[in-house]
Each structure stands twice: as structure tokens, then as C-alpha cells.
């Protein structure tokens, strides 16, 4: 283990969740970047993700498509910025496809998948451009949603 797995916000503009999951982090990267996969957990229950295009690699864009209760859809869109298979996965929202800026950047994602005895610690970094950003996105729910998927994810790698 390496010192990347702190579990504190580095700065006043990030948010961090950290989790031990139960399952190898090859299996947890996968369903980070494989669509199937990542349908059937990304969104916080009773949301859904009916669609998402990943195109895993430094420069590809990804567009997934979350679904309220009441049938709304919210795309997001973004750009892949660091991919280290099985280890780590940075993305952003600052790009849209084909590297066009987008008209609101929110943040930057930074996940890390480390091997502890075989089970994967698991950090979701959120680094906003700003405190305003960080603390919307902190008031949005940020730990409960993103806590409770990461349940979701767990539950998915546990099967697979």
C-alpha cells in the first residue's frame, strides 16, 4: 500500500470516500469501465442508468445518462484524462467529446483501486474548481450518493 490511500480532503475544494470492497480491484475497475456493468450500479436507487458510452483511454469521451423516478434524464458528459488499468481512473466534466470545453466545469474525478488481501480499497476523489462547486456538490449528497452507490458497486463485483 501507498500513501494515496489518505482519506481526507487534500484541499478545501475536494470530497473523498473511501471503502474496503470485497472483491479483487480488477473486478472493480471493471465495472468502472465496462457500460454494461456500469448501468447496473452507477445511479443512486430507485435512479437508474439507462445508458452510457465509454471510451476507456486518456482522451476518450464518456457520456452516461442517469434517470430520475419521474422518467427525467440528466446526461453527463466527459473526458478521460488518466487511465492505469486496474489502479486508477481520472475523468472530467471541464470536456465534453472530442476535447470541447464544457459550459459549466464542475470536476475533476480521481478513483484509486488498491490491493488489501485480495479486497480492493476503494477512493472517490471529487476535486471541484471551486469551494462554492465542492459545497453544492457536498449539499446535493455526495456521501450518501456516492456512498450509496459504491454499496451498489460492491454488491455487483461480490456477483461477478
Known amino acids: 500500500m501507498t500513501a494515496a490511500a489518505e482519506t481526507t480532503p487534500t484541499s478545501d475544494r475536494e470530497l473523498v470516500l473511501t471503502r474496503i470492497i470485497d472483491a479483487p480491484r480488477e473486478k472493480v475497475f471493471r465495472a468502472w469501465t465496462d457500460a454494461e456493468l456500469l448501468k447496473q450500479w452507477f445511479a443512486p436507487l430507485p435512479w437508474t442508468t439507462p445508458s452510457a458510452e465509454l471510451d476507456v483511454r486518456p482522451g476518450g469521451s464518456s457520456l452516461i445518462v442517469m434517470r430520475d423516478p419521474e422518467g427525467n434524464d440528466?446526461?453527463?458528459?466527459?473526458?478521460?484524462?488518466?487511465?492505469?488499468?486496474?489502479?486508477k481512473l481520472v475523468f472530467t466534466d471541464a470536456y465534453t467529446e472530442a476535447w470541447q470545453p464544457s459550459p459549466k466545469p464542475f470536476f475533476t474525478g480521481v478513483l484509486t483501486f488498491e490491493d488489501v488481501d485480495g479486497k480492493t480499497r476503494y477512493t472517490a476523489r471529487a476535486r471541484h474548481w471551486t469551494v462554492e462547486d465542492r459545497d453544492a456538490?457536498?449539499?446535493?449528497g455526495f456521501h450518501e450518493g456516492w456512498g450509496r452507490c459504491t454499496d451498489q458497486l460492491a454488491a455487483l463485483v461480490a456477483k461477478l
Open 74 to 87: 440528466y446526461p453527463n458528459r466527459g473526458i478521460y484524462l488518466e487511465v492505469v488499468e486496474n489502479e
Open 137 to 140: 456538490h457536498e449539499k446535493m
